[in-house]
Protein backbone atom coordinates (compact mmCIF):
# COMPACT_ATOMS: atom_id res chain seq x y z
CA UNK A 1 0.00 0.00 0.00
CA UNK A 2 0.78 3.25 0.01
CA UNK A 3 2.09 5.44 2.87
CA UNK A 4 3.84 8.29 4.56
CA UNK A 5 5.58 7.99 7.69
CA UNK A 6 7.02 11.18 9.68
CA UNK A 7 7.43 12.04 13.47
CA UNK A 8 4.89 13.06 15.38
CA UNK A 9 6.48 15.72 17.44
CA UNK A 10 9.22 17.88 17.34
CA UNK A 11 10.60 20.70 19.90
CA UNK A 12 13.52 23.23 19.41
CA UNK A 13 14.81 26.90 20.20
CA UNK A 14 14.49 30.05 18.34
CA UNK A 15 17.66 30.32 16.28
CA UNK A 16 18.18 26.73 15.94
CA UNK A 17 18.15 24.77 12.98
CA UNK A 18 15.58 21.76 12.81
CA UNK A 19 14.92 18.75 10.49
CA UNK A 20 11.56 17.27 9.58
CA UNK A 21 12.10 13.84 8.35
CA UNK A 22 9.47 11.79 5.68
CA UNK A 23 9.57 8.32 4.47
CA UNK A 24 7.16 7.24 2.01
CA UNK A 25 5.95 4.11 0.54
CA UNK A 26 4.17 4.16 -3.16
CA UNK A 27 3.44 2.54 -6.21
CA UNK A 28 6.36 4.74 -8.40
CA UNK A 29 7.10 8.29 -7.60
CA UNK A 30 5.50 12.13 -9.06
CA UNK A 31 7.23 14.12 -6.44
CA UNK A 32 7.08 15.07 -2.52
CA UNK A 33 5.62 18.20 -1.21
CA UNK A 34 6.29 19.69 1.87
CA UNK A 35 3.31 21.92 3.84
CA UNK A 36 3.02 24.35 6.47
CA UNK A 37 -0.34 24.56 8.60
CA UNK A 38 -0.53 26.54 11.57
CA UNK A 39 -3.20 25.86 14.39
CA UNK A 40 -6.64 26.90 13.25
CA UNK A 41 -5.25 27.71 9.71
CA UNK A 42 -5.51 26.22 6.63
CA UNK A 43 -2.05 24.13 4.93
CA UNK A 44 0.11 26.46 2.96
CA UNK A 45 2.62 24.92 0.35
CA UNK A 46 6.22 24.89 1.29
CA UNK A 47 8.02 23.18 -0.91
CA UNK A 48 8.03 20.27 -4.14
CA UNK A 49 11.21 17.89 -4.76
CA UNK A 50 10.77 15.48 -8.03
CA UNK A 51 14.52 14.82 -8.23
CA UNK A 52 16.91 13.72 -5.58
CA UNK A 53 18.92 17.03 -4.14
CA UNK A 54 17.87 20.21 -2.12
CA UNK A 55 15.99 23.10 -2.55
CA UNK A 56 16.47 25.74 -0.92
CA UNK A 57 14.02 28.56 -0.50
CA UNK A 58 15.06 31.59 2.34
CA UNK A 59 15.18 29.36 5.14
CA UNK A 60 12.84 26.56 4.28
CA UNK A 61 15.27 23.78 2.51
CA UNK A 62 13.93 20.09 1.15
CA UNK A 63 15.69 17.44 0.68
CA UNK A 64 14.75 14.31 -1.35
CA UNK A 65 16.60 10.72 -1.88
CA UNK A 66 14.42 8.75 -4.29
CA UNK A 67 16.91 5.15 -3.82
CA UNK A 68 16.17 5.61 -0.15
CA UNK A 69 12.16 6.98 -0.22
CA UNK A 70 13.08 9.74 2.18
CA UNK A 71 13.04 13.19 2.06
CA UNK A 72 13.51 16.22 4.74
CA UNK A 73 12.28 19.79 5.58
CA UNK A 74 15.10 21.95 7.02
CA UNK A 75 14.22 24.90 8.64
CA UNK A 76 17.18 27.45 9.78
CA UNK A 77 17.22 30.41 11.89
CA UNK A 78 14.62 29.21 13.91
CA UNK A 79 11.84 31.59 14.39
CA UNK A 80 8.35 31.53 16.77
CA UNK A 81 6.68 31.78 14.24
CA UNK A 82 7.34 28.84 12.87
CA UNK A 83 5.70 26.97 15.57
CA UNK A 84 2.98 25.14 13.33
CA UNK A 85 2.39 21.61 11.92
CA UNK A 86 4.09 20.25 9.30
CA UNK A 87 3.21 17.55 6.25
CA UNK A 88 4.68 15.75 3.15
CA UNK A 89 2.49 14.17 0.79
CA UNK A 90 2.94 12.80 -2.23
CA UNK A 91 0.84 10.95 -4.76
CA UNK A 92 0.02 7.81 -4.26
CA UNK A 93 0.58 5.49 -7.67
CA UNK A 94 1.08 6.36 -11.63
CA UNK A 95 -3.29 5.66 -11.49
CA UNK A 96 -3.71 8.42 -9.44
CA UNK A 97 -0.63 11.14 -9.95
CA UNK A 98 -3.30 13.58 -9.72
CA UNK A 99 -3.86 13.36 -5.86
CA UNK A 100 -2.21 13.13 -2.61
CA UNK A 101 -1.96 10.90 0.14
CA UNK A 102 -0.42 12.91 3.15
CA UNK A 103 1.97 12.24 6.44
CA UNK A 104 -0.09 12.66 9.82
CA UNK A 105 1.99 15.55 10.22
CA UNK A 106 4.93 16.94 12.74
CA UNK A 107 4.10 19.26 15.33
CA UNK A 108 7.08 21.66 15.55
CA UNK A 109 6.88 23.80 18.51
CA UNK A 110 9.99 26.24 18.70
CA UNK A 111 10.54 27.93 22.41
CA UNK A 112 12.51 30.99 22.91
CA UNK B 1 -7.10 38.08 -5.01
CA UNK B 2 -9.93 35.90 -3.38
CA UNK B 3 -8.42 32.56 -4.17
CA UNK B 4 -10.40 30.03 -2.76
CA UNK B 5 -13.49 31.08 -1.13
CA UNK B 6 -14.87 28.57 1.73
CA UNK B 7 -18.43 28.52 3.29
CA UNK B 8 -19.54 28.45 6.26
CA UNK B 9 -16.61 29.02 8.50
CA UNK B 10 -18.72 26.94 11.22
CA UNK B 11 -21.40 24.58 11.52
CA UNK B 12 -23.43 22.74 14.07
CA UNK B 13 -26.30 19.87 12.88
CA UNK B 14 -28.30 17.62 14.05
CA UNK B 15 -27.98 13.85 13.64
CA UNK B 16 -29.56 13.07 10.00
CA UNK B 17 -29.11 16.55 8.58
CA UNK B 18 -28.34 17.18 5.14
CA UNK B 19 -26.19 20.19 4.47
CA UNK B 20 -23.84 21.58 1.79
CA UNK B 21 -20.08 23.04 2.47
CA UNK B 22 -19.65 25.74 -0.59
CA UNK B 23 -16.32 26.46 -2.24
CA UNK B 24 -15.10 28.33 -5.11
CA UNK B 25 -11.81 29.61 -6.65
CA UNK B 26 -10.92 32.33 -9.08
CA UNK B 27 -7.50 31.07 -10.65
CA UNK B 28 -9.31 28.82 -13.44
CA UNK B 29 -7.65 25.75 -11.82
CA UNK B 30 -8.34 22.42 -12.83
CA UNK B 31 -8.15 20.50 -10.18
CA UNK B 32 -10.20 20.61 -6.59
CA UNK B 33 -10.62 18.51 -3.97
CA UNK B 34 -11.86 18.49 -0.43
CA UNK B 35 -10.34 16.97 2.74
CA UNK B 36 -10.86 16.47 6.29
CA UNK B 37 -8.84 16.36 9.02
CA UNK B 38 -8.73 15.02 12.32
CA UNK B 39 -6.96 15.27 15.32
CA UNK B 40 -4.07 12.82 14.65
CA UNK B 41 -5.38 11.29 11.34
CA UNK B 42 -3.67 14.27 9.42
CA UNK B 43 -5.55 14.83 5.69
CA UNK B 44 -7.91 12.59 4.18
CA UNK B 45 -9.24 12.86 0.72
CA UNK B 46 -12.91 12.87 0.72
CA UNK B 47 -13.42 13.48 -3.01
CA UNK B 48 -11.98 15.57 -6.12
CA UNK B 49 -12.46 16.75 -9.36
CA UNK B 50 -9.86 17.20 -12.33
CA UNK B 51 -12.37 19.60 -14.20
CA UNK B 52 -15.81 20.21 -14.65
CA UNK B 53 -18.12 17.39 -15.14
CA UNK B 54 -15.83 15.02 -13.80
CA UNK B 55 -15.22 14.10 -10.16
CA UNK B 56 -14.44 11.00 -8.21
CA UNK B 57 -14.06 9.88 -4.84
CA UNK B 58 -10.91 9.75 -2.81
CA UNK B 59 -10.05 7.46 0.71
CA UNK B 60 -13.46 8.14 2.85
CA UNK B 61 -15.96 9.30 0.71
CA UNK B 62 -18.99 7.22 2.25
CA UNK B 63 -22.02 9.99 3.30
CA UNK B 64 -20.59 12.70 0.97
CA UNK B 65 -21.50 14.04 -2.32
CA UNK B 66 -19.57 16.17 -4.98
CA UNK B 67 -20.20 17.76 -8.35
CA UNK B 68 -18.38 20.13 -10.42
CA UNK B 69 -21.00 22.09 -12.68
CA UNK B 70 -18.55 24.56 -13.20
CA UNK B 71 -14.43 25.05 -13.20
CA UNK B 72 -15.29 27.72 -10.38
CA UNK B 73 -17.47 26.00 -7.73
CA UNK B 74 -17.28 22.55 -6.18
CA UNK B 75 -19.61 22.43 -3.56
CA UNK B 76 -19.79 18.83 -1.33
CA UNK B 77 -22.90 17.88 0.33
CA UNK B 78 -23.62 15.99 3.64
CA UNK B 79 -26.47 13.75 2.78
CA UNK B 80 -27.43 12.38 6.48
CA UNK B 81 -25.10 14.01 8.96
CA UNK B 82 -23.79 11.54 11.61
CA UNK B 83 -21.54 12.14 14.67
CA UNK B 84 -18.47 10.85 13.49
CA UNK B 85 -18.33 13.67 10.23
CA UNK B 86 -17.84 15.97 13.16
CA UNK B 87 -14.54 17.83 11.33
CA UNK B 88 -12.47 20.38 9.76
CA UNK B 89 -13.06 19.87 6.39
CA UNK B 90 -10.93 21.59 3.52
CA UNK B 91 -11.31 22.73 0.00
CA UNK B 92 -8.11 23.10 -2.20
CA UNK B 93 -7.75 23.50 -5.42
CA UNK B 94 -4.38 23.64 -8.00
CA UNK B 95 -3.52 23.83 -11.24
CA UNK B 96 -3.37 20.33 -12.31
CA UNK B 97 -3.43 18.12 -8.47
CA UNK B 98 -0.53 16.46 -7.96
CA UNK B 99 2.32 18.10 -6.37
CA UNK B 100 1.25 21.50 -7.98
CA UNK B 101 1.00 23.69 -5.57
CA UNK B 102 -2.88 23.54 -3.64
CA UNK B 103 -4.20 26.46 -2.39
CA UNK B 104 -6.94 25.48 0.55
CA UNK B 105 -10.47 27.88 1.92
CA UNK B 106 -9.95 28.64 5.22
CA UNK B 107 -11.83 25.05 6.71
CA UNK B 108 -15.47 24.48 8.03
CA UNK B 109 -15.67 23.37 11.52
CA UNK B 110 -18.40 21.02 11.51
CA UNK B 111 -19.94 19.31 14.64
CA UNK B 112 -22.65 17.11 14.43
CA UNK B 113 -24.52 16.56 17.60
Known amino acids: GQSLEQPSEVTAVEGAIVQINCTYQ??????LSWYQQHDGGAPTFLSY??LDGLEETGRFSSFLSRSDSYGYLLLQELQMKDSASYFC?????????????WGLGTSLAVNP | NAGVTQTPKFQVLKTGQSMTLQCAQD?????MSWYRQDPGMGLRLIHY???????DQGEVPNGYNVSRSTTEDFPLRLLSAAPSQTSVYFC????????????FGQGTRLTVV
Open chain 2, 92 to 103: ASSYRGGNTEAF
Open chain 2, 27 to 31: MNHEY
Open chain 1, 49 to 50: NA
Open chain 1, 89 to 101: AVPPNAGNNRKLI
Open chain 1, 26 to 31: TSGFYG
Open chain 2, 49 to 55: SVGAGIT
